[in-house]
C-alpha cells in the first residue's frame, strides 16, 4: 500500500500517532487503498480514507461517498450557521470506530467498509458499503431435489439467513450472532425458534460457542468437531444440510440449527442416528414412497456395516450353516485362488473404496463414469485373472453400493471405518467375532450423547411411539401441530 504521510495541521498529537500506527500496520497489505480527500478549501480539513480493493461496491464509493465528501469542501468554503454545521458533522453520515480497538477496525476494514479519518474529528470513522464476492443461491451439490426447492445455501452468511427467514416469517425465529477466531473473525448464526427448542439446549450450545477460544475457524466442519460432546467420536453428532427448508424442518421441531460464514451448509442439532438417515426430499414425497425409503436406508446401512463380516466368517469358520447346494457353487468357484477369503474381501472393499474416492474428486460426469465402467471392467478383470471369486465380489460390491443410501457422508465414512474393524474380528474369531463386533458397536453408538441428548433415541432408550413416527413417515392429515422435538 502507498503510504502517504498525514500533514493536516488541524489534526491532533494522538490521532496522528494511532493513525501513523494503524498505516504502519496494513502497509504490507497491498490490496488496501488510500485515498486523500481535501474538504476544507482554505483551512485544509482533510479526510483520509482507507478500504480494501474488491470488496467494497465501487458504484456507491464514487456515486455516494466521494459526492459527500465534495460537498463538504464547498459548505466548508463558506461560514457555517450552527444547524448546517451540525448537519455537516461526520457522526450524521459514518459510523464512529472506537480508536482503542484497533482489532475491530481491522476486521471492519476487511469485511469490506471505508475506514475513514477526518483530520479536524476524533477517532475513525465507518462508512459500510461492503459488497463482497459471493455467488447465487443455487441447487445443493450435497442433497438433490426432485420436488422440493432448489435454492441452497452459498457461502455468505446474511444470504443463507435470509434463504431461511423468507420460510419463517415469525419473530420467534430467533438469531444470535457470535464470532470465532483471533485472526479469521469468522461470523457464525445460531438459529432457533424461541417457542420451540428448550431453554436449557440454546444455554448449552451458547455456553460452548463462548468457550471457544482459537486462532482462527476454518469451516463448518471444525465446529462441529468442536461443539460435539466428544470431539474423538467416530460418529457424526451434528447433523449437516445445505438446503434452508430442511432447516425450517428442523427448527419447527425444536432443534437449532448453526450457519457459519464460509460455509454452504448448516449444522442442525442436536443429531442422532434416525436423524442422520432422513433426507430433505422426504417432505416433499408421497409418505408410503419416504416410509419405504427409510426402510431401505436402514437395511442399507445394515448390508454396509454388517456384510462383509458376515460372509467372511460364515465361509471360512461356519461353513456348515451354508446350504450345501450354495457351499458347493462358492467351493467350486474358489478352487485355484491364492487369496485367502479375508483377503480377498479386503481387497475387493479397497478397490470399491478407490473407485469412489476417484469419482468425488474427478469432476461429475467424469467421476461417474470411472466409478461405474472401472469398477465393472477391473472387477471382472479381477475374476478373470484369478484374483477372486464372483461371490465374494458380489458381496463387496453390495456393501459398497448399500453405502450410497445413506444421506450424510460423514456416517457413511464412520460405517466404512466400522466395516473394516467387524471383518477383521469376524475373520479372526469367526462368528463369535462377528457378534463381538456387532453388540460393541452397539453399546459404542448407545454410549453416545449429542447436547445430551442420547444418540440412538427413540430406539435406546426406547420410545415405541416416537420411534415408529422416526421410521414411517405419517400423511399430513395425521399429523398433530403439537409443537414437539422428537
Known amino acids: 500500500m502507498h503510504k502517504e504521510e498525514p500533514t493536516g495541521d488541524n489534526l491532533r498529537h494522538k490521532e496522528r500517532l494511532i493513525l501513523a500506527k494503524f498505516q504502519e500496520r496494513i502497509k504490507p497489505c497491498n490490496d488496501v487503498m488510500e485515498q486523500t480527500v481535501h474538504i476544507g478549501g482554505s483551512r485544509e480539513h482533510l479526510a483520509y480514507i482507507y478500504y480494501c480493493d474488491g470488496l467494497i461496491d465501487s458504484q456507491m464509493y464514487h456515486l455516494g461517498l466521494l459526492p459527500t465528501l465534495e460537498k ?109 477466531g483471533a485472526d479469521t473473525q469468522t461470523e457464525i448464526a445460531i438459529m432457533h425458534m424461541a417457542d420451540q427448542a428448550p431453554p436449557e439446549l440454546l444455554d448449552e450450545v451458547r455456553r460452548r460457542v463462548r468457550s471457544l477460544h482459537l486462532p482462527s475457524l476454518n469451516g463448518a466442519g471444525e465446529l462441529e468437531e468442536r461443539l460435539s460432546d466428544r470431539p474423538l467420536a467416530l460418529f457424526p453428532l451434528l447433523d449437516y444440510v445445505g438446503r434452508p427448508d430442511y432447516v425450517v424442518q428442523s427448527l419447527m421441531k425444536g432443534r437449532f440449527a448453526i450457519l457459519v460464514d464460509g460455509s454452504p451448509a448448516a449444522l442442525i442439532g442436536p443429531g442422532n442416528l434416525l436423524l442422520l438417515i432422513k433426507s430433505p426430499e422426504d417432505t416433499h414425497l408421497p409418505f408410503y414412497f419416504v416410509s419405504l425409503e427409510r426402510l431401505l436406508r436402514i437395511l442399507g446401512l445394515l448390508l454396509s456395516l454388517f456384510l462383509p463380516g458376515f460372509w467372511v466368517a460364515l465361509s471360512s469358520y461356519n461353513t456348515d450353516q451354508v446350504p450345501f447346494t450354495l457351499l458347493a457353487t462358492v467351493t467350486i468357484s474358489r478352487i485355484g485362488l491364492p487369496l485367502s477369503a479375508t483377503m480377498e474381501m479386503f481387497l475387493m472393499l479397497t478397490l470399491f473404496e478407490v473407485f469412489r474416492e476417484a469419482g468425488v474428486r474427478l469432476p ?123
Request: glycine letters at 6%.
Open 364 to 486: 461429475r460426469p467424469v467421476g461417474q463414469t470411472v466409478s461405474v465402467v472401472g469398477g465393472l471392467i477391473i472387477g471382472d478383470a479381477a475374476i478373470r485373472a484369478g484374483m477372486t471369486s464372483p461371490t465374494m465380489l458380489v458381496v463387496a460390491a453390495v456393501s459398497a453400493v448399500s453405502t450410497f443410501t445413506l444421506v450424510n457422508q460423514s456416517l457413511a465414512g464412520s460405517v466404512s471405518l466400522f466395516r473394516v474393524v467387524i471383518l477383521i474380528l469376524s475373520s479372526i474369531l469367526g462368528m463369535f467375532g462377528f457378534f463381538v463386533g456387532m453388540f460393541g458397536l452397539l453399546l459404542y453408538m448407545c454410549s453416545l450423547e449429542s447436547f445430551g441428548q442420547p444418540y440412538m433415541q427413540p430406539i435406546a432408550p426406547l420410545h415405541i411411539k416416537d420411534a415408529i413416527s422416526s421410521l414411517v413417515q405419517k400423511p399430513w392429515m395425521l399429523n398433530s401441530n403439537r409443537r414437539k422435538r422428537p
Open 72 to 180: 463538504w469542501k464547498h459548505d466548508n468554503e463558506a461560514p457555517l450557521s450552527p444547524e448546517r454545521s451540525e448537519e455537516s458533522r461526520p457522526s450524521r453520515i459514518f459510523v464512529p470506530l472506537d480508536p482503542d480497538d484497533p482489532d475491530h477496525i481491522y476486521a471492519r476494514l476487511f469485511a469490506g467498509s471505508v475506514i475513514v479519518v477526518f483530520s479536524d474529528e476524533e477517532g475513525f470513522y465507518e462508512y459500510n458499503i461492503a459488497n463482497q464476492p459471493a455467488r447465487t443461491p443455487e441447487e445443493s451439490s450435497m442433497e438433490l431435489s426432485l420436488k422440493g426447492p432448489r435454492d441452497g445455501f452459498v457461502e455468505q452468511l446474511s444470504v443463507n439467513i435470509a434463504l431461511v427467514r423468507k420460510r419463517l416469517r415469525t419473530p420467534n425465529l430467533h438469531i444470535e450472532y457470535h464470532k470465532i
